[in-house]
């Protein structure tokens, strides 16, 4: 592998942190729209990680993991736009209040990401 140069690098580092900045803020909006909507974040949450699984695996199926593509799109907005995190909170509410969904819905979560990511691999 040849390595890259120093200004192809910050090249790299200020793309990923532009598609994450986007992505960020488009979860943020799937969140408030989910608030409104359903009177809960949850679908937001689950919504903005099928959409980050299928954006990264479309991403990689066009950039095959690399170049400025691959940055901006795979690993800053994809990666911003899912949050594993407040997924991880919102089972732990789950649980708390003795929802069958404790296990449901991270199954779910999963099941349908990779299957919306393999959908654009090749």
Do not use: H, K, Q
């Amino acid at each position: 592998m040849v390595p890259e140069s120093p200004a192809t690098a910050l090249m790299t580092i200020l793309l990923v942190a532009a598609g994450a900045a986007l992505g960020g803020m488009t979860r943020f909006w799937f969140g408030a729209v989910s608030s409104r909507v359903a009177c809960s974040a949850l679908p937001g949450t689950f919504f903005a990680n099928v959409v980050a699984c299928g954006i990264a695996g479309l991403a990689w199926s066009t950039w095959d993991g690399g170049g400025f593509g691959w940055a901006v799109l795979g690993a800053g907005y994809a990666g911003a736009l899912s949050t594993w995190s407040t997924l991880a909170r919102e089972i732990g509410e789950l649980y708390r209040t003795r929802s069958w969904w404790t296990v449901g819905y991270p199954v779910l979560t999963v099941v349908t990401g990779a299957a919306t990511a393999s959908l654009f691999l090749s």
